[in-house]
């Protein structure tokens, strides 16, 4: 696939709607400046309501942008229709055409490109065979199982060698294994094909699996463009910290560079910028922590329960409800609920918001 | 916030769609052309004062300004009073009488439990029978069964004086017409019913009776009501029946077509047919926005599970001897259309004779009726159900400046009796359009005729194409136009095959509907085109019972092969059941 990968870029990118009920105009999205680069895979990520589909059907062009501009590559591309631009999309449902066979639904936009019949055949056969169902060809589509299914959809989208290819949530109508192992696969033939992918998806793992970049969006609104270690290390505030797995969020206060009072003792904690002296929030994740016997901070257990590759705990440090994740517990001691313990912070854990 | 950039971005993407463009312009054009424009004439027509043929509309308005003489003098005239107050009155008896039959069959056909293949086979040509029959062939029957000569008066009852022409005449014919279109409603609105509704009110205490005066009836009530409007529309814009059995009972569309016939006063028939359309545009705007939104809204969501069927031998045994007995009757009427074709002398010879049949293809050009009444539905049938397919598609999968219109004026046609639409013809186009000469060309040729069929048919189609697009996953026609397709390709591709079913559907009931129409028809036809329904219209009125029943009998067969037909190409071609059905994120 020896085509040029192409970049997209939204420029200050926003969109209206009108509320069906109130009347009232919202912004679906707002501002969003982001910069996709050739041949990576970048993930739109939040929870449903956030903007992450409208931006999406905004690069493939069934929505209009209110404000700003899109450009493909360097071209500008707002005004063109969907089928003027060279994006390709992976839907939900699928979408195939169901009365088509297999081979047709994927010849479908090779076809439209006036293609060789023979060159069609050829480009066909071994793009089925890079997803995994050759053979399949003559296959009504409602023969196939749902995974079968979104292997032809992807098909379809790679044949056309598009410049960017586009998921909508493309795993979500599937059961949580083939999730699992479909989006190893969509992975690695994006890698394969070497082409530029944006993925839209509210599900976070899915997310730090599949991507190089992620975006995550709230309300409409872009709060943290970034590696998935970066977003799960050094998120930008308390909802891409609460949304890229779990959190707990300690009270502190900055004593000094990179050191945090918490709940009366100084530790070892990545303070960035924050002045000293003022109050802070401090990202703790479930297995940033020990329980010991020993130790500065003092806390209550109020839950504990076996969980087979780790000990799920509550406590209490104060009146903050902390959730701590011990693994491998066969070798540790195991606290009771109602029994006293000291928390102890792993090394290059802690990062104040 | 502005919304601006969005609106003019799709504008742009509109237009750089050129085939898009021109769709819209066209289909546009013809809405506003061949339905708001002979509406909107009529309208004017009345108001504006003079009547010099010869002049413009603009012309005559610059000279003698508007008036509302012609209403104070149609208003005047007692005969088109009398006229009001018949039409009311027999929509009334008929909105009611049909949707209580109705009602009694689908609650027959939900809630009881039928023993016999015999019953099932019953409704099922009942609910056949409105797609089917053509207009009037019940007041023929009517008149053949219980008239002067009638079979059943005469010769079972030694009656001889009986007559079945006026109010009862119309308001039986038409309630036998019109019911199992409420029959067919109601059905869908009972199976909706969750019984565990009733169940409970049955688990509380209720008798069956009660269970049906407090819960059923009232959750059905806004569906009784929408079904009382659609027959009462039905009803006051039917023009064949009483046309046939109202004898000296005018009903508005009757009266109509004499104003324009026998007066010659075009201007009175064209203030006429305004109040006609006014009447039914109101109920009809009552049933659009009132009542279907109720009835549908009271009643969402799926039955969860099966209705257990009563069957207490108190309540199957009286309820389905009269349905038995009305649907018996209903199919004897039918059936005795084809026997006036073959006897001698209805009511006094009986001796089965092919004259009849002979005298249609020999002296009265029964060749020339057919093929012209089929080649022009068959013209029209394929415009219209892919017309319908189009403005289905633009309703439903697209947005657009002028979609609302697209959408409003197609409905607004089912409004539309066909009486008013061919008197908004003759004063439209007979010189041109306003009077101007413009498109003069066109009136009193097939290609008018062939439009009337079609803007009649229009809204049938597009409904039943609308609700079949909203089943089809928007997602499928987007991966298209996705994958590279533009507009054209994508109907052509994707949308047209997926609701083949829809679309032949809509291709048949156009067809049919065509070839047995006859209000408006009948006032646009010219002595060059023999339409089978005028003639059977004809000799109807004069009498010829036995010439009107061997038309009646041709045509019945026609639609009913072509409905046969159309079962059959579904069955062997199309494609619902691998139809994605849209799937909830």
């Not at chain 2, 509109?14 to 021109?22: A, H, Q, R, S, Y």
């Not at chain 2, 052309?33 to 909107?40: D, R, S, T, W």
């Not at chain 2, 156009?510 to 085109?529: D, E, K, N, W």
Request: glycine residues 8%.
């Amino acid at each position: 696939m020896a085509k040029e990968k192409k970049g997209v870029r939204l420029e200050h990118i926003s969109k209206i709607y009108k509320d069906p009920k109130t009347g009232k105009e919202f912004y679906a999205v707002k501002d969003a400046n982001i910069f996709i680069e050739p041949g990576s895979f970048v993930t739109l990520l939040g929870p449903s309501g956030c903007g992450k589909t409208t931006t999406l059907r905004m690069i493939a062009g069934f929505e209009s942008p209110d404000e700003g501009e899109i450009y493909l590559g360097d071209e500008p591309i707002n005004a063109l229709t969907p089928n003027k631009r060279d994006t390709a999309m992976v839907f939900q449902s699928y979408a195939l055409l169901p009365h088509y066979n297999i081979f047709d639904n994927v010849a479908y936009g090779l076809k439209l490109r006036k293609m060789d019949k023979e060159v069609i055949k050829k480009k066909v056969t071994d793009i089925l065979a890079l997803v995994g169902l050759e053979g399949m060809e003559n296959r009504m589509t409602n023969q196939l199982s749902g995974g079968q299914q979104q292997r032809v959809a992807l098909a379809r989208a790679l044949v056309i060698e598009p410049g960017v290819l586009l998921f909508d949530e493309p795993l979500s109508n599937l059961d949580a294994k083939l999730r699992v192992s479909m989006r190893t696969e969509i992975r690695r033939i994006q890698q394969e094909a070497g082409i530029t992918a944006i993925y839209v998806t509210h599900d976070q793992s899915e997310a730090m699996a599949i991507s190089d970049k992620v975006i995550i969006m709230n309300k409409g609104i872009v709060e943290q463009i970034s590696t998935p270690q970066d977003a799960y290390y050094y998120p930008n505030n308390q909802f891409v910290a609460d949304f890229i797995g779990e959190a707990n969020f300690l009270k502190g206060t900055v004593k000094g560079q990179d050191v945090v009072n918490i709940s009366g003792s100084d530790v070892r904690c990545a303070t960035g910028s924050i002045a000293v002296g003022s109050d802070c929030s401090v990202v703790l994740r479930p297995e940033g922590a020990r329980l010991s016997d020993a130790g500065n901070i003092k806390v209550k257990v109020v839950y504990s329960c076996f969980m087979g590759s780790y000990q799920d705990y509550h406590v209490k440090v104060g009146d903050t409800l902390v959730k701590i994740q011990e693994y491998n517990p066969r070798n540790l001691k195991i606290y009771k609920v109602g029994d006293e313990a000291f928390l102890n912070f792993a090394e290059n854990t802690l990062y104040a918001l | 916030m502005a919304k601006s950039q969005s609106a003019s971005l799709d504008r742009k993407k509109l237009l750089g769609d050129p085939i898009m463009v021109t769709t819209i312009v066209v289909l546009i054009a013809f809405l506003t052309l061949f339905i708001l424009y002979p509406l909107a004439i009529l309208l004017v027509d009345s108001v504006v004062g003079g009547s010099d043929p010869d002049l413009s509309v603009f012309e005559r308005i610059r000279r003698s300004g508007l008036t509302l003489d012609v209403f104070k003098r149609i208003m005047g005239l007692s005969n088109f009073r009398k006229a009001i107050t018949n039409t009311l009155k027999v929509g009334f008896v008929v909105g009611i009488a049909s949707a209580l039959i109705g009602l009694l069959f689908a609650y027959v056909e939900e809630y009881v439990k039928l023993k016999t293949k015999f019953m099932g086979g019953l409704f099922k040509v009942v609910s056949m029978l409105p797609v089917v029959s053509p207009p009037f062939v019940l007041s023929l029957s009517m008149i053949m069964l219980f008239g002067k000569a009638g079979l059943i008066t005469r010769y079972l009852f030694k009656i001889y004086d009986n007559s079945v022409y006026g109010f009862w005449g119309i308001v039986v014919v038409q309630t036998l017409t019109f019911f199992p279109v409420c029959y067919m409603m109601l059905k869908g609105l009972l199976k909706n019913i969750d019984p565990s509704l009733e169940e409970a009110a049955r688990d509380m205490g209720a008798s069956r009776f009660k269970v049906f005066m407090t819960v059923t009836f009232p959750l059905i009530l806004p569906g009784l009501g929408n079904a009382f409007l659609v027959t009462f529309i039905e009803s006051i814009a039917d023009f064949a029946n009483p046309m046939i059995i109202g004898g000296s009972y005018d009903t508005l569309a009757t009266t109509i077509y004499l104003q324009i016939t026998g007066a010659y006063d075009k201007q009175g028939a064209a203030a006429m047919a305004v109040v006609l359309l006014l009447i039914t545009l109101f109920m009809f705007a009552i049933q659009k926005y009132y009542l279907e939104r109720k009835s549908t809204a009271t009643l969402s969501g799926k039955a969860s599970r099966a209705r257990m069927l009563i069957t207490d031998k108190s309540v199957t045994i009286p309820l389905s001897i009269m349905c038995s007995a009305l649907a018996l009757f209903v199919i004897m009427m039918y059936v005795c259309v084809p026997f006036g074709a073959l006897f001698k002398t209805w009511g006094f010879d009986f001796h089965l004779t092919f004259k009849w049949f002979g005298l249609v293809f020999t002296k009265y050009k029964g060749f020339k009726a057919f093929k012209d009444s089929f080649v022009l539905s068959l013209i029209a049938a394929p415009i219209t159900a892919l017309l319908s397919m189009i403005i289905s598609y633009l309703v439903v999968k697209r947005k657009f400046v002028g979609k609302g219109f697209i959408e409003a004026v197609s409905m607004l046609a089912m409004a539309v009796p066909g009486t008013v639409l061919g008197i908004g013809y003759i004063r439209g186009f007979a010189r041109g359009l306003f009077g101007t000469d413009i498109l003069k060309g066109i009136y009193g040729t097939g290609l008018i005729l062939v439009i009337v069929f079609v803007v009649r048919s229009l809204p049938t189609g597009t409904r039943s194409g609308i609700s079949a697009l909203r089943q089809i996953d928007k997602s499928i026609e987007e991966s298209a136009y996705d994958m590279g397709a533009d507009s054209l390709r994508v109907f052509m591709t994707v949308t047209l095959p997926l609701i083949k079913d829809s679309f032949l559907s809509g291709f048949v009931t156009a067809f049919v509907r065509s070839i047995t129409a006859i209000s408006a028809i009948i006032l646009l036809v010219t002595p060059s085109y023999l339409l089978i329904t005028v003639q059977i219209n004809e000799f109807a009125e004069k009498g010829s019972y036995g010439i009107a029943c061997a038309f009646a009998t041709i045509l019945i067969v026609i639609t009913y092969g072509s409905v046969l037909l159309m079962n059959w190409v579904i069955k062997r071609f199309g494609t619902s059941r691998q139809v994605k059905v849209k799937e909830e994120p």
